[in-house]
C-alpha cells in the first residue's frame, strides 16, 4: 500500500472523475433503496444496514475528486430511454442495486492500483449489496 502523496501521481484527473462518478453513483443507489425500506416500508433493520454500508461508501481525498469533476461535459449526461423506464417500486430497486454494485466493482478495482485498504473496502460493500438485494428482493412485501 502506498501513502496518499503517491495516490495524486498515479492517477490522471481523469481517473479521478472515474472514482467521483461512481462514488456518487454508489451512495445515491443506496440511498434510493434505503428511503423506500425506511420510508414506504418502516424498516428500520434494513434501512440502518443501507444506511452503514452508504457511510462506509467514503475516501480519503474528497477535494481531489471535487477539483477534477467535470460533470458539465460529461459525454452520457442525456438521459437514455432505459432510465426512463421504472415499471413499479421493484424496478426502481433492482435499478438501484444493480447502480450501487457496479458502481462498488469500479471503486474496488480503480483502488487495487494504489490502495488495498479501500478497495477492500469497496468489496465488502458490493458482497453486502448482493445480500441485501436478496434479501430486500426475495421479501413478500415487494
Same mark, same amino acid.
Given at each position: 500500500?502506498?501513502? +496518499?502523496?503517491?495516490?495524486?501521481?498515479?492517477?490522471? %484527473? @481523469? #481517473?479521478? /472523475?472515474?472514482?467521483?462518478?461512481?462514488?456518487? $453513483?454508489?451512495?445515491?443507489?443506496?440511498?434510493?433503496?434505503?428511503?423506500?425500506?425506511?420510508?414506504?416500508?418502516?424498516?428500520?433493520?434494513?434501512?440502518?444496514?443501507?444506511?452503514?454500508?452508504?457511510?462506509?461508501?467514503?475516501?480519503?481525498?474528497?477535494?481531489?475528486?471535487?477539483?477534477?469533476?467535470?460533470?458539465? +461535459?460529461?459525454?452520457?449526461?442525456?438521459?437514455?430511454? %432505459? @432510465? #426512463?423506464? /421504472?415499471?413499479?417500486?421493484?424496478?426502481?430497486? $433492482?435499478?438501484?442495486?444493480?447502480?450501487?454494485?457496479?458502481?462498488?466493482?469500479?471503486?474496488?478495482?480503480?483502488?487495487?492500483?494504489?490502495?488495498?485498504?479501500?478497495?477492500?473496502?469497496?468489496?465488502?460493500?458490493?458482497?453486502?449489496?448482493?445480500?441485501?438485494?436478496?434479501?430486500?428482493?426475495?421479501?413478500?412485501?415487494?
Amino acid at each position: 500500500m502506498t501513502t +496518499n502523496t503517491s495516490i495524486n501521481e498515479q492517477l490522471s %484527473s @481523469e #481517473l479521478f /472523475r472515474v472514482i467521483d462518478a461512481n462514488l456518487n $453513483r454508489l451512495k445515491e443507489g443506496i440511498r434510493v433503496v434505503e428511503d423506500i425500506m425506511r420510508y414506504r416500508d418502516n424498516n428500520k433493520n434494513l434501512a440502518s444496514k443501507l444506511k452503514q454500508l452508504r457511510h462506509k461508501a467514503r475516501v480519503d481525498n474528497p477535494d481531489e475528486l471535487l477539483q477534477n469533476r467535470d460533470s458539465i +461535459n460529461d459525454v452520457l449526461r442525456p438521459t437514455t430511454k %432505459s @432510465e #426512463l423506464n /421504472r415499471t413499479d417500486i421493484k424496478s426502481i430497486l $433492482r435499478a438501484n442495486f444493480k447502480r450501487a454494485q457496479e458502481s462498488s466493482r469500479v471503486l474496488e478495482e480503480l483502488y487495487k492500483l494504489h490502495d488495498a485498504t479501500n478497495s477492500e473496502n469497496f468489496k465488502y460493500i458490493r458482497y453486502e449489496l448482493y445480500n441485501l438485494e436478496k434479501e430486500i428482493m426475495l421479501s413478500e412485501k415487494l
